[in-house]
C-alpha cells in the first residue's frame, strides 16, 4: 500500500503554482486548427486495423439552471424542446465515426457528461442508447465501465431505474457543498435528501460505482461548514470522491462575474479546508488516488494504482487509458493514438456543419516523438508516484539522465525540498510531494513557458 501523504504548509506555498491539470500531455491549451477531419479519419483508420478497443464519451450540454461557479461548456435553457435538434445530430457524429471503425470494436467505456445529460426525457435517453448500440459493439453483459453524470435535482428513482434498464452501472453526483449559504450564492440549491434519495436509488438498482464531486473555495466556504459537508457525505459512503479546487477567473467564464469575490474564502482558509477533507477522508478509509481524487480501497483505481496500472487522460484518472477514446457532441475532445481532436465549442456551428454531413472538427494535436517520450513520463508521475528510468530508455530508446539533462538542477532542488527522492534509477514522489505532483509534472513540461500560467488553476 502506498504510503499515506504528508501535509507540509511551507512546501505547498512554496510549489502552489497555477499549471495544467494533465488529462492530456500536450495539453488542449496546444491545440491548432491545422488539424481536421483528414487527421481524424486517418486515426480512425489506424484504430480500425489495430483493432483498439475503444471509449466513448458523449457531450450533452443543456442544462435548465446555472451554477455560478460553472466552468464547462453549457447552454442554460428551460426549454426541452432544444434537445431534439442537437440529438439529431448527434446521431449524424455517431453513424459518420462509426463507418469508419470495426464493429467488432468492443466499447469497454461510455461515459455522458455535460451539461446536465439527464436534461434529456426518458425517451430522448433510449433513442440515443439505441442509436450508440446500432452504430458500436456496446457490451450487453454489464462488464464495461458505463457512467454517467447525474444532478439530483434532474433525476427520481424512475430516472435512475432508466439509467441501469439502458445500461449504465456508474453514476457521478455533483453535491459541491451542503451548506445553504454557499449554494445560494452559487445558485445550485440542492438538498441532503434529494441526493441520497438518488444514491439510495443507485445502491438499489445496483449500480456498480457511485462517485460525488465536491468544491471547495467557493463563496461562503469555511473551514467549519465545508467541514460538515465532507462528513454528510462520508455518511453517505461513495466508492470515490473527488474534490476540487474552485478556481475563480471570471475573466474567462462570464456565469462566474455573478459570485461576489469579497465572500470567497482566503487562501489560508481554502488550505485548511483542503487539510481538513484530507485528514477526514483518510479517516473515513478512503484512498489518496492522486490530484483532487479518493477512493475505496477496493475501488478499481485503487487498485490499479497498486498494482502500477493506473492511467489519466479527458475523463481523469482510468482503468482504461489503453482504450482509443472518441468524442460525440460539442466541445467533446478524442484522443485516438497520438491524435488529439476537439469538435466546435459553439452550438451553433457543430450543428451547423453536421447538418451538411461533414464532422465539426475544429482543432486538435499529433503527438511528436518528443510529445510521446514526456506524455509517457508525465502519465507515470500523476498516476504512480514513481517513474523509473529504465522504462522510459527502453521505450523510447533514450539515456533518460542525458536526454533532460537541462531539467536535472529543478530536480534535485524539488529532493532538496523533500518533493520526491531522486536517484540514477527513479524518480519517486514522497508523501509531502504526492499533493504537489503536478508542480513535479510541470518540470517536464516543454510548452508550459510558451503561455500564460493565468490559464490554469492553482495545484492546491
Same mark, same amino acid.
Request: glycine share 6%; charged share 25%.
Given at each position: 500500500?502506498?504510503?499515506? %501523504?504528508?501535509?507540509?504548509?511551507?512546501?505547498?506555498?512554496? &510549489?502552489?503554482?497555477?499549471?495544467?491539470?494533465?488529462?492530456?500531455?500536450?495539453?488542449?491549451?496546444?491545440?491548432?486548427?491545422? =488539424?481536421?477531419?483528414? !487527421?481524424?479519419?486517418?486515426?480512425?483508420?489506424?484504430?480500425?486495423? #489495430?483493432?483498439? $478497443?475503444?471509449?466513448?464519451?458523449?457531450? =450533452?450540454?443543456?442544462?435548465?439552471?446555472?451554477?455560478?461557479?460553472?466552468?464547462?461548456?453549457?447552454?442554460?435553457?428551460?426549454?426541452?424542446?432544444?434537445?431534439?435538434? &442537437?440529438?439529431?445530430?448527434?446521431?449524424?457524429?455517431?453513424?459518420?465515426? #462509426?463507418? +469508419?471503425?470495426?464493429?467488432?470494436?468492443?466499447?469497454?467505456?461510455?461515459?455522458?457528461?455535460?451539461?446536465?445529460?439527464?436534461?434529456?426525457? +426518458?425517451?430522448?435517453?433510449?433513442?440515443?442508447?439505441? @442509436?450508440?448500440?446500432? @452504430?458500436?459493439?456496446?457490451?450487453?453483459?454489464? /462488464?464495461?465501465?458505463?457512467?454517467?453524470?447525474?444532478?439530483?435535482?434532474?433525476?427520481?428513482?424512475?430516472?435512475?431505474?432508466?439509467?441501469?434498464?439502458?445500461?449504465?452501472?456508474?453514476?457521478?453526483?455533483?453535491?459541491?457543498?451542503? !451548506?445553504?449559504?454557499?449554494?445560494?450564492?452559487?445558485?445550485?440549491?440542492?438538498?441532503?435528501?434529494?441526493?441520497?434519495?438518488?444514491?439510495?436509488?443507485?445502491?438499489?438498482?445496483?449500480?456498480?460505482? %457511485?462517485?460525488?464531486?465536491?468544491?471547495?473555495?467557493?463563496?461562503?466556504?469555511?473551514?467549519?461548514?465545508?467541514?460538515?459537508?465532507?462528513?454528510?457525505?462520508?455518511?453517505?459512503?461513495?466508492?470515490?470522491?473527488?474534490?476540487?479546487?474552485?478556481?475563480?477567473?471570471?475573466?474567462?467564464?462570464? $456565469?462566474?462575474?455573478?459570485?461576489?469575490?469579497?465572500?470567497?474564502?482566503?487562501?489560508?482558509?481554502?488550505?485548511?479546508?483542503?487539510?481538513?477533507?484530507?485528514?477526514?477522508?483518510?479517516?473515513?478509509?478512503?484512498?489518496?488516488?492522486?490530484?483532487?481524487?479518493?477512493?475505496? $480501497?477496493?475501488?478499481?483505481?485503487?487498485?490499479?494504482?497498486?498494482?502500477?496500472?493506473?492511467?489519466?487522460?479527458?475523463?481523469? &484518472?482510468?482503468?482504461?487509458? +489503453?482504450? !482509443?477514446? %472518441?468524442?460525440?457532441? =460539442?466541445?467533446?475532445? /478524442?484522443?485516438?493514438?497520438?491524435?488529439?481532436?476537439?469538435?466546435?465549442?459553439?452550438?451553433?456551428?457543430?450543428?451547423?456543419?453536421?447538418?451538411?454531413?461533414?464532422?465539426?472538427?475544429?482543432?486538435?494535436?499529433?503527438?511528436?516523438? *518528443?510529445?510521446?517520450?514526456?506524455?509517457?513520463?508525465?502519465?507515470?508521475?500523476?498516476?504512480?508516484?514513481?517513474?523509473?528510468?529504465?522504462?522510459?530508455?527502453?521505450?523510447?530508446? %533514450?539515456?533518460?539522465?542525458?536526454?533532460?539533462?537541462?531539467?536535472?538542477?529543478?530536480?534535485?532542488?524539488?529532493?532538496? *525540498?523533500?518533493?520526491?527522492?531522486?536517484?540514477?534509477?527513479?524518480?519517486?514522489?514522497?508523501?509531502?510531494?504526492?499533493?504537489?505532483?503536478? /508542480?513535479?509534472?510541470?518540470?517536464?513540461?516543454?510548452?508550459?513557458?510558451? +503561455? /500564460?500560467?493565468?490559464?490554469?488553476?492553482?495545484?492546491?
Amino acid at each position: 500500500m502506498l504510503d499515506a %501523504i504528508r501535509w507540509d504548509t511551507d512546501l505547498i506555498r512554496r &510549489y502552489d503554482l497555477a499549471g495544467p491539470r494533465y488529462t492530456s500531455y500536450p495539453t488542449a491549451v496546444q491545440f491548432n486548427s491545422q =488539424v481536421g477531419t483528414f !487527421d481524424l479519419f486517418h486515426a480512425l483508420r489506424d484504430s480500425r486495423k #489495430a483493432q483498439r $478497443p475503444l471509449s466513448l464519451y458523449v457531450h =450533452v450540454p443543456f442544462c435548465a439552471n446555472i451554477c455560478y461557479y460553472c466552468a464547462c461548456n453549457k447552454v442554460i435553457t428551460k426549454d426541452r424542446g432544444r434537445a431534439q435538434p &442537437y440529438l439529431q445530430r448527434l446521431e449524424q457524429e455517431i453513424q459518420l465515426i #462509426a463507418c +469508419h471503425l470495426d464493429p467488432t470494436q468492443k466499447v469497454e467505456q461510455l461515459h455522458f457528461g455535460g451539461g446536465t445529460p439527464t436534461f434529456l426525457s +426518458h425517451d430522448e435517453l433510449r433513442q440515443l442508447m439505441a @442509436h450508440l448500440r446500432k @452504430h458500436f459493439n456496446l457490451l450487453d453483459d454489464d /462488464s464495461g465501465d458505463y457512467g454517467i453524470e447525474i444532478d439530483p435535482r434532474e433525476a427520481d428513482w424512475s430516472t435512475m431505474g432508466l439509467l441501469r434498464e439502458l445500461g449504465f452501472n456508474r453514476v457521478s453526483i455533483g453535491l459541491q457543498d451542503l !451548506d445553504p449559504a454557499v449554494q445560494r450564492a452559487v445558485n445550485r440549491l440542492q438538498s441532503l435528501e434529494e441526493t441520497r434519495a438518488v444514491i439510495d436509488a443507485a445502491r438499489t438498482l445496483q449500480f456498480r460505482s %457511485i462517485n460525488i464531486d465536491l468544491i471547495y473555495g467557493l463563496p461562503r466556504q469555511t473551514p467549519e461548514n465545508f467541514a460538515r459537508t465532507v462528513e454528510e457525505v462520508i455518511n453517505l459512503q461513495p466508492d470515490r470522491l473527488s474534490v476540487f479546487n474552485y478556481a475563480h477567473l471570471p475573466e474567462r467564464f462570464m $456565469p462566474q462575474r455573478r459570485i461576489n469575490s469579497n465572500e470567497l474564502p482566503t487562501p489560508a482558509q481554502k488550505l485548511e479546508m483542503l487539510q481538513r477533507t484530507i485528514e477526514q477522508l483518510i479517516s473515513a478509509g478512503y484512498r489518496y488516488i492522486g490530484m483532487d481524487h479518493f477512493a475505496l $480501497p477496493d475501488d478499481e483505481l485503487a487498485i490499479a494504482q497498486e498494482e502500477s496500472t493506473l492511467q489519466r487522460n479527458f475523463q481523469g &484518472y482510468t482503468t482504461h487509458g +489503453h482504450c !482509443d477514446l %472518441i468524442g460525440l457532441g =460539442v466541445s467533446a475532445i /478524442s484522443q485516438i493514438g497520438d491524435l488529439y481532436c476537439q469538435n466546435s465549442s459553439d452550438l451553433n456551428h457543430y450543428q451547423n456543419t453536421l447538418a451538411s454531413m461533414q464532422l465539426a472538427t475544429s482543432r486538435g494535436l499529433l503527438c511528436n516523438a *518528443d510529445d510521446r517520450l514526456r506524455r509517457a513520463v508525465i502519465q507515470q508521475l500523476i498516476c504512480n508516484f514513481s517513474l523509473e528510468f529504465c522504462d522510459i530508455e527502453q521505450a523510447f530508446n %533514450i539515456d533518460f539522465q542525458g536526454y533532460f539533462g537541462e531539467l536535472w538542477p529543478q530536480l534535485q532542488d524539488m529532493a532538496k *525540498d523533500g518533493l520526491i527522492e531522486l536517484d540514477r534509477d527513479r524518480i519517486t514522489i514522497l508523501p509531502a510531494g504526492r499533493l504537489l505532483v503536478r /508542480s513535479v509534472c510541470m518540470v517536464f513540461d516543454a510548452y508550459l513557458e510558451q +503561455h /500564460s500560467r493565468q490559464r490554469f488553476s492553482r495545484v492546491i
